[in-house]
């Protein structure tokens, strides 16, 4: 039934003809993602609660708002993307999150938490100033209910003198399970609802910001939902409603219900890697044996981080705060201050929130504090708003902060070493997993570089990290097989430079390899460095745009990083 | 009596001892911010709460954090800083902002909004960690109470499992009047007070976070207020408490009181500039009546930005989310998704917080938002927290973005006329003032630059702004009395570069100038672009180093850029 259907087919079925669209989809989306990777028990979790939305609204006139977008295959499924949903998050396939570029069904663009309040504000006041008559509908799930934007944007509603509807999908986790006082308050909620008039009575919190509390109700139960969702569709003429729903992430599918966050992302597979965060863990845990001011803190991805050994072995030393970026890192720059040694993981694309932060709690004030950033470089299979591209540029502009990328998980792990008794702040950043290993390991002193191949060839390749460095050593293996040899040297500090080695290299050629965009990243340190002196210098690192989803190795490959890219380069020029 | 007063000789006063202080630190205060410019209002309306805090509690043992720091001076006059409180805000003097650097007093430096709470939070969570035994208190204002640090800190209170004392200090002001549901909540907390049981029941929102609420007191009360920290101090082991007390912006000074707005932050004159603020506010206004698609929108300082008419004509389509700098910007990206213009006006250093919304929002989203970057490059007095010479960088690694900067407000006219009919992403950074004009004004096309002066000498100099291009152009004017002739090209979008002009100076020696850090900036981008091509480059910009509070001119000469230094370089170029 699921093939080719229309939102308006979908409005003239029957009950029993959507339960069973609802099992299709179900068993599509499991089939799928464990083909392509995904989201799975957030989707799984939705189906019924999305096909009860489309049911009831009239999308693409209405405006469906996702939160992260992590509950939006059904969607996609009902809206026109059944014939490309086998592509999902491959390359030139369909997105895992919504996309404007993709379907007039997709209204906002999403990827990192807490935003689709602002933006059902923002779409419902653009409605109301150009005169125009439609519904806004936000969907967010309890996880990214922890979100401070949230607050931003619930101080602003009447303010903004607008109407929305705010779904608020509570499965008590956000990828971990949910955490923090609004998450309490949620449950004692969901626990009022046999008691519907003391349930109003606690629901003052959102009235108080000029929404209508209604809830709970069971989101996997779609007769239900749809009757409340067209009596709440009449209300909203008159006001903002926040319905309260309850959904069971990974319904339908036993192994997903009993391992929710297990299996709320699904990878594809690939061969046996080590991962980075594994090494974070058990490091730092071995770290904080001996040394009592290690703290760690993580926004609601202590598992995916590697921390959960360190998160057992100390409870007390280590805090998940939820989704609350910008906070877990003020509250590391603030430990600090009282001599602790603050570690703050988190990936690459979601320190962008605290980018004021590193600025002005962390580095301003010089505080010791250590940023392990995880999943740096192209992240793949999530897109756009997930690529880890861009921290080496934000990061390094950053005046008292030491960025340092490793070679390996065994340099790594003498990174973490190093960090311990390093008394200023640092960033570490790493992709998710390596397969590689490169000798020599010498000590790690900030700003000292290693040479891994050197010689006397024309040819010097700087470049840091496991990938970058993939690429450089390989070319120059290649190259060698045809007599023409080049250096290559391990660049493990981004800032500061090794200028003692760069001084030494001002007869040469150069090359920079990294897994970041060229702007502001560690090319563009190195050019600064030689502008101005005669030199050949290339650039090997991504453009200035918007990486897509995809594998790894083939949007590197893509956007210019490989080993094949940089020894052509360097054979064209070399015969000059 | 405020001479080398120390906060033990404070305790041992009698009540009247401490009113009389109370005065001579609010005429002290009052005749200080005259003569060196800070922030007025927000200092003498705290000055009993402060005397108040500093004799009830032990500092520097017990920790006082401050929220923004627009409250310190009081603080500063009690603790150590009589002495030198003449030199506040001066090159070399005491800072206008809480400084650990300067006082054990001062135990976290702040400039942004929201970051007191956990700040303060992380504090305490590192005394319990420790095993220590001090208070904490952070001290706040309602108008940073909007921001959604405040919730994301709210809602660990109970996680962290540590104690703390936050002082709301509710004056109804920000730096313009407070806004939004919190506001108004605590509007009614106020009005309950005479029925404290109705109160006790209205305070649930705190309460739901684990905070016991008491208020409302009158926080110019010194003896009552005296009398209430010393009851809430031994409250403090065992519970977290909010102590919510009303003050009176400006409190003491007729002018101050009735002008709380105009007074919250003192200039210290110097000679009429015309403000790129009111021109941004005048033309705005102008397209606006013709182009019913512009939107403004701000965050807490409509007049500041100088958006005050717009906001008066156009009511309906301008938007004062108080203190949510991240909030305002997915405002405005999701109004462009619905067909609307918006602009985001903004200082430079709290844009930072928004990073990650131009990117995920406005720009990956390719959205036709106009980010109005006001008091970019060094900004003076106010020091390390809000200089905004990191913008060029941050903002010019963000792919789809078109980065402005006006030569002069007669150009940003145009560039505002520019940006009405430009349909994507667009920043135009400016300076607070400005009282130079620079000949021709050509049209403004997107990535192209114009010559100011054109000849055929060695030296071309590529600069961004208008202090930028003061430089260049002195320079330039005084080279020439030495008959060494130097092109001055106006470098009006640091992206994209204008790389046909670029091109014509291969063979030419460059110097770049802009009024931001070295590291990603307009710099960094041209010796990219030069790289490995054989060429003289040397860029004046900002070292990579936080720099400190000082007038404007002295502080970009201190730091590297001046006519004087530019045409030192050349003549000593020249002459080898």
Chains 1, 2 share one sequence.
């Not at 020599?440 to 700087?462: Q, R, S």
Request: charged share 25%; with cysteine; aromatic share 10%.
């Amino acid at each position: 039934m699921l093939e080719n259907i229309t939102v308006k087919q979908l409005k003239e079925m029957s009950l029993k003809q959507l339960l069973a669209l609802c099992e299709e989809a179900r068993e599509l989306i499991t089939a799928t993602v464990f083909k392509n990777g995904g989201h799975l028990s957030s989707n799984l979790g939705t189906v019924e609660l999305i096909v009860a939305l489309n049911y009831v609204f009239d999308f693409p006139k209405d405006k469906l708002v996702f939160d992260v977008g992590h509950q939006c295959y059904t969607h996609k499924l009902l809206t026109g993307r059944y014939e490309k949903f086998s592509t999902i998050r491959q390359k030139g396939g369909i997105s895992g999150f919504p996309k404007r570029e993709e379907s007039e069904f997709d209204c906002y663009n999403v990827g990192h938490a807490g935003t689709s309040v602002s933006a059902a504000l923002g779409i419902a006041k653009a409605r109301d100033i150009k005169g125009e008559d439609f519904n806004v509908i936000a969907l967010i799930g309890d996880g990214s209910f922890n979100n401070g934007l949230i607050y931003e944007a619930f101080n602003s509603l009447r303010l903004l003198n607008t109407k929305v509807l705010l779904v608020l999908n509570d499965n008590g986790m956000s990828i971990a399970p949910t955490v923090g006082s609004m998450h309490e308050y949620l449950e004692l909620l969901s626990r009022d609802d046999a008691q519907k008039a003391k349930n109003a009575k606690h629901a003052g919190i959102f009235e108080r910001f000029g929404f209508a509390y209604d809830g709970v109700y069971d989101g996997n139960d779609l007769e239900k939902m749809i009757a409340k969702l067209t009596e709440v569709k009449q209300r909203l003429k008159t006001q903002s409603v926040i319905l309260h729903v309850m959904t069971k992430k990974g319904k339908g599918y036993a192994f997903c219900e009993e391992n929710p966050e297990a299996t709320h992302g699904i990878s594809n597979g690939g061969k046996r890697e080590t991962e980075y965060s594994e090494v974070l863990g058990k490091t730092l845990t071995r770290l904080a044996e001996k040394d009592g001011r290690i703290v760690a803190v993580t926004a609601a991805m202590t598992s995916s981080l590697g921390l959960s050994p360190f998160f057992e072995k100390f409870p007390n030393r280590s805090v998940d705060v939820g989704i609350c970026e910008e906070h877990a890192t003020i509250l590391c720059a603030s430990m600090a201050t009282e001599g602790l040694k603050p570690y703050y993981a988190v990936y690459s694309t979601f320190l962008q929130r605290s980018f004021d932060e590193i600025i002005i709690d962390i580095c301003e004030q010089n505080l010791p504090v250590t940023l392990c950033v995880d999943r740096a470089g192209i992240s793949g299979a999530d897109g756009e708003t997930h690529q880890g591209v861009f921290d080496l540029s934000f990061l390094s502009m950053i005046p008292n902060l030491t960025v340092a990328v490793p070679k390996d998980v065994e340099e790594f792990e003498k990174m973490i070493e190093f960090s311990a008794d390093f008394n200023a702040p640092l960033a570490i950043r790493y992709p998710r997993a390596g397969s590689r290993s490169f000798e020599p390991h010498t000590e790690i002193v900030a700003g000292k570089w290693e040479y891994l191949i050197k010689n006397d060839g024309n040819y010097v390749i700087l470049a840091c990290g496991e990938r970058a460095l993939s690429c450089a050593y390989d070319a120059a293996k290649a190259l060698q097989q045809l007599n023409i040899f080049v250096s290559v040297v391990n660049a493990r500090f981004v800032k500061p430079l090794d200028f003692g080695l760069l001084d030494g290299l001002i007869e040469r050629s150069v090359i920079t390899v990294e897994d970041n965009i060229l702007a502001g990243g560690f090319g563009s340190a190195i050019n600064t460095y030689f502008a101005g002196k005669h030199k050949e210098i290339k650039n090997f690192a991504y453009n200035d745009q918007f990486i897509p989803q995809g594998g790894v190795m083939e949007l590197m490959e893509e956007f210019g990083l490989s080993a094949q890219a940089i020894a052509e380069y360097v054979k064209s020029n070399e015969n000059r």
